[in-house]
């Protein structure tokens, strides 16, 4: 099983809102990552854990805020916002968080923000 | 920093091979992956190389020579259904940086 999970799939919201997004994995993986993009652009990093532990904050503003509950869930926070934020928020996982591994991604929550 | 670079956009016909390039700067390099990502869809992964030479996965192929920062990704008989962008990416997530090209779009016409 090489399966992420995100919830929800569309999500709009007003910029005085307060709304999560969730990620889950059950492939024993013990690094998770959310990446940002933009249409037609690449994913761009936000935010890496590696064993529970904020490893990675790539100067992401602080209407974001990452969670991890436990080795298998990720949850990424957002209050507002602002109309740019607007785009695919990708969550992956590999088995360790090292360079080499390779980064399995779930298939996104849209948000758009109003 | 990092950077990569490949095509915007190559165009090719079903059954053919095409070969899309990939040139990076990078600092502390492990290796390079190419990642597939129909529109709407999630990038889904395809081939990593950390040694120098070809690797093969079916339809698929990814090359890399570390003395001349250079990779492709080679699609050999190309079916409809491989109409989608491909990005080659360095992920070097445990020193801080995690780097993605800007994807070349291919369309495979009939």
């Known amino acids: 099983d090489t399966e992420v999970t995100q919830t929800p799939k569309h999500l709009v919201m007003g910029m005085t809102n307060k709304k999560s997004l969730k990620c889950e994995q059950h492939m024993g993986h013990r690094a998770m990552y959310w990446y940002k993009q933009k249409a037609k652009k690449p994913p761009e990093l936000m935010f890496v854990?590696?064993?529970?532990?904020?490893?990675i904050n790539e100067s992401v503003p602080s209407r974001f805020s990452p969670e991890c509950p436990n080795s298998s869930l990720l949850n990424l926070h957002l209050h507002a916002l602002q109309p740019e934020d607007s785009a695919l928020y990708l969550c992956a996982s590999s088995q360790a968080g090292l360079a080499t591994d390779t980064q399995y991604f779930g298939p996104g929550t849209r948000l758009t923000v109003l | 920093g990092q950077s990569l670079e490949q095509p915007s956009e190559v165009t090719a016909v079903e059954g053919a091979i095409v070969q899309i390039n990939c040139t990076y700067q990078?600092?502390?390099?492990?290796?390079l992956s190419w990642y597939q990502q129909h529109d709407g869809g999630a990038p889904t992964f395809l081939s990593y190389n950390a040694l120098d030479g070809l690797e093969e996965t079916g339809r698929f192929s990814s090359f890399l020579s570390r003395s001349d920062s250079y990779g492709y990704l080679l699609l050999q008989e190309l079916q409809m259904k491989d109409s989608a962008s491909y990005f080659c990416?360095?992920?070097?997530?445990?020193?801080?940086?995690?780097?993605f090209g800007d994807g070349t779009t291919l369309t495979v016409k009939p």
């Open positions: 854990y590696s064993y529970e532990k904020l490893s």
């Open positions: 990416a360095v992920l070097n997530t445990n020193a801080g940086k995690s780097t």
């Open positions: 990078t600092s502390g390099f492990y290796g």
